[in-house]
Each structure stands twice: as structure tokens, then as C-alpha cells.
């Protein structure tokens, strides 16, 4: 057959995105050239490859089949593209990450820091995802990687890599000073108000699970929306919460909270990166990523 290899290219992006609309988006072309396209390569091989649905459209077995192939073309093809252009240095670039904001404020941002000195002309894009919505990115192909914080729930093709433990400690605020000089139970913690992130987050199913565990039920009297909305909450004597430890110790020596001991040990929490082994990443995201892993 003689097939025009543009149709490949075009199939890979509408199979990846499963729109015509968005695939035409990407390539910077028209919905109509888009579909005439597929036609035509339809038409070329004599076979169906998509069922057009409301929705956009889906794969047949024979469309799965071809994807499979050409994905696997398409990424030895951008993966030369990118050993080729690593010869002129990191001068250009753009790098995409979805980062939680605790793993931002406590393990992301020095090492950004860093990066950024090196190469200050490689662009940073960091999206503010809770940890579900990063591995949703990952998954889809929408940034390059993901710095988030356990538990993650990550599948094949996506890989999830510890980076760093760290452990979270029960505060409250100046209201609950009597509090520092007991040993509470987390069934003792239904007796004073409580703050936990949203039932939306993987910190709350954390929690939940933990308290599961002891036959309790996680029901917090406030949900906050982000991590950094906690803290300013528990120093205004709004209720107890866990917060990591190293974002609560500079708030426990200006005596703006106080630490609560607590019974049961709660178990260690990562930072973790997640990554599709299956994605080629440029060498600008590459670099980073490497640094992150060997710091």
C-alpha cells in the first residue's frame, strides 16, 4: 500500500485523544481536514477504525490493533527527535508538572530552585493538582510528570517512585494549650472539632483508611480544599488537624500551635514521583527528572 504516512500521524493523535476536534487542535489543523483524513486512510486500508459516538470516538478492534503499532512508531520517533536536539544544549524548552501542594512545599521547590539557576531558560509550568488529578494528567498524556504525595493509586503504564519519607503531627490551636500535656486516642479526637483536606484527596482517604483500621469513622467537622489552607484554619482555634511535620515546626516554635500527643503512631507518608514508562519525555524534562531522582 501506498499510504500517505501524514494519515499515521493524524490516527495517532485522534486514537490518543479520542476527538477529532482536539486532535485537530494539537496538529494545529481543521476538524474537517482531520476527519477527511481518517476517511481516506479507512478508505486506503479497507477497514473501520473508529465508532463515532456523542461523545467523540472509540476504537474498534482492528483501530486498537493499528494504535498499537503506530504509538509505539510515534514514540521511537519523538524519542529521536529529542536525542537529536540534546546536542545543542538545555537553551530552550518547557517542562509540565502536576505537583500537590505538600509535596511542593516540602520536597518540590528547592530542587525547582535549583533547576532553574541551571538552565534559567527552560520554562516551568507547575499545576497546583491534588494527587488524583496529577496521576489523571500523567495518565493522559498532560504533563510530563507528577511530585505528589502517597497514597497515589498508580497502574501500569504509569510508575510510582518514592522520593522522600516524611511523617505528619496533630496540632490544634491556642485554644487547645490543655491538650499538649495529654496523650489523646484517635477515638478521643471525636470529642474536638477536626480538620482534614477534602473526601476528594488522597490525604482523606489516608486518614480514612487509618481510622477504618481502628473501627473508627473519619468524620471531620472541616474540610479544606488545600493543603495550605489547614494550617491558618487550626491557628485560627478552628479545630485539631495533621499536618507535615516539617510545615507545622516553624508554627509550633512561634507558639502560634501546639503539638498534640498522640497514642497511636501514625504511619509515614512519601513524596513520590509518577511517570509514564511508556511517554518519552524531552531532554529538558529528562534533566529535571533526573535531578529530582539523584538529589
Do not use: W
Not at 13 to 29: E, F, I
Not at 122 to 143: D, F, M, W
Not at 229 to 248: H, N, R, T, Y
Amino acid at each position: 500500500m501506498n499510504i500517505n504516512f501524514e494519515y499515521y500521524k493524524i490516527f495517532y493523535y485522534v486514537a490518543k485523544y479520542g476527538n477529532l476536534t482536539k486532535a485537530a487542535h494539537v496538529l494545529g489543523n481543521s476538524q474537517p481536514n482531520i476527519t477527511r483524513a481518517m476517511n481516506c486512510l479507512e478508505s486506503e486500508i479497507r477497514c473501520t477504525l473508529f465508532i463515532r459516538t456523542n461523545r467523540g470516538v472509540r476504537l474498534t478492534p482492528e483501530g486498537e490493533r493499528l494504535y498499537t503499532r503506530v504509538s509505539a512508531a510515534m514514540a521511537q520517533l519523538q524519542l529521536a527527535e529529542e536525542e537529536l536536539t540534546d546536542s545543542t544544549g538545555l537553551e530552550h524548552g518547557s517542562i509540565s508538572i502536576g505537583a500537590s501542594e505538600t509535596a511542593l512545599s516540602i520536597y518540590l521547590l528547592e530542587r525547582l530552585k535549583h533547576f532553574h539557576m541551571t538552565y534559567p531558560n527552560i520554562r516551568l509550568k507547575i499545576y497546583n493538582h491534588s494527587t488524583p488529578q496529577a496521576v489523571h494528567s500523567v495518565k493522559n498524556g498532560e504533563i510530563d510528570f507528577a511530585i505528589v504525595t502517597t497514597p497515589t493509586t498508580a497502574k501500569p503504564p504509569l510508575k510510582e517512585i518514592r522520593l522522600e519519607s516524611f511523617r505528619e503531627v496533630l496540632v490544634g490551636g491556642k485554644t487547645f494549650t490543655a491538650l499538649s500535656s495529654q496523650t489523646l486516642t484517635l477515638a478521643e479526637l471525636k470529642n474536638y472539632p477536626f480538620i482534614c483536606l477534602g473526601r476528594e484527596t488522597m490525604t482523606f482517604a489516608f486518614y480514612h483508611q487509618l481510622f477504618l483500621s481502628h473501627g473508627l469513622e473519619l468524620e471531620p467537622d472541616t474540610e479544606a480544599a488545600t493543603t495550605d489552607q489547614v494550617l491558618p484554619l487550626v491557628k485560627s482555634d478552628l479545630g485539631l488537624a495533621f499536618i507535615p511535620e516539617s510545615m507545622a515546626i516553624p508554627a509550633i516554635q512561634n507558639h502560634e500551635v501546639i503539638p498534640i500527643h498522640l497514642q497511636e503512631t501514625i504511619p509515614c507518608r512519601y513524596v513520590c514521583m509518577v511517570s509514564d514508562i511508556k511517554r518519552p519525555l524531552n531532554s529538558a524534562a529528562r534533566k529535571l527528572k533526573d535531578l529530582i531522582l539523584h538529589s
